[in-house]
């Protein structure tokens, strides 16, 4: 991967434009692009796009060899595949992200795994407990077994609780976010 080079997707799955997650992805990519200026960076916002669920019908794996369902992932998808570099950005719902970026994220069902060989994939999260147990490791531990079963190197997951201060309100986790994206390291 030539640094210069790097292309990152980030999916954004939070439904609140200017939401605290929204907050914290755009910390980390400004950080980001500071050390790799000539990133090329995609934030796509799942919430707004029109993204049926998986209904598992496997026409995928079969002679289409590719996802039949005619919505926005149609578009997506080329932009999954170019990345070097996936970001995974979702608000705890229920102990897991949200069902907006989840239907994202079995939508890969219909794509060649091997595309994923190799990727790096970072998960950056806001919760409203103060304890990560409250969804967060939960969510951790569900992207790196599916990062193990891509064979994607998952190289990041930085969550905060927004229960006592938002986003707006703490300046000191916006400027972390932003310096973990500046240092991060690419091989
Ligand atoms: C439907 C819903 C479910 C939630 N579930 C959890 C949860 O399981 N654990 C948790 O810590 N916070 C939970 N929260 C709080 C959000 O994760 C938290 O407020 C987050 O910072 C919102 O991010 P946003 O501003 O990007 O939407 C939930 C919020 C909503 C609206």
Not at 6 to 11: E, M
Not at 81 to 99: F, V
Not at 168 to 186: M, Q, S, T, V
């Amino acid at each position: 991967m030539i640094p210069g080079k790097v292309s990152c997707l980030a999916l954004m799955g939070s439904p609140r434009k200017g939401g605290n997650t929204a907050l914290l992805l755009d910390a980390f990519c400004r950080g980001f692009q500071q050390t790799y200026s000539q990133a090329f960076m995609e934030i796509i916002p799942v919430a707004e796009k029109r993204i049926k669920p998986c209904r598992g019908c496997d026409a995928c794996k079969g002679a289409e060899k590719s996802c039949i369902i005619k919505d926005d992932m149609q578009k997506i998808y080329p932009s999954i595949e170019r990345g070097d570099m996936l970001i995974l950005a979702s608000p705890i719902y229920w102990w897991h992200m949200t069902t907006q970026l989840k239907s994202c994220v079995d939508r890969f069902y219909g794509m060649d795994y091997s595309l994923f060989q190799g990727k790096k994939i970072v998960f950056l999260s806001t919760f409203g407990s103060t304890q990560a147990e409250s969804g967060f490791t939960i969510a951790c531990d569900s992207i790196a077994s599916m990062a193990c079963f891509l064979g994607m190197d998952f190289v990041l997951a930085w969550g905060i609780s927004t229960g006592e201060l938002s986003l707006k309100e703490n300046p000191i986790a916006l400027k972390e976010a932003e310096r973990l994206g500046r240092e991060f390291l690419l091989p």
